[in-house]
């Protein structure tokens, strides 16, 4: 059996500072299952989590310090 979910999805654009190290950044309004595509500045986007796994946060998961850029994340909810 095939089943086929016509919802639309919604796109998010949210902005927030990167951390000091592996770990939270801060981003009120992310919901747990938002699906990131894309990060600006280019070349970050692996050191984050690919999927929200906690409400108004994202994990840097770099333990890098990118306390010192501003970054724009391109996220969909409900796919």
């Given amino acids: 059996m095939t089943t086929f979910n016509s919802a639309a999805a919604t796109a ?17 309004g992310l919901a747990i299952g938002d699906l990131l595509l894309v990060v600006d500045p ?3 986007a ?3 989590e690919e999927v929200v ?6 994990q840097q998961t770099a333990n890098l310090d990118w306390s ?8 969909l909810r409900g796919v």
């Fill in 12 to 28: 998010i654009k949210a902005t927030a500072t990167g951390a000091t190290s592996a770990g939270v950044v801060s981003i009120p």
């Fill in 53 to 58: 796994s906690v409400a108004n946060q994202i």
């Fill in 46 to 48: 692996q050191g984050f």
């Fill in 68 to 75: 010192t850029v501003d970054f724009t994340f391109y996220l």
């Fill in 42 to 44: 280019p070349g970050f």
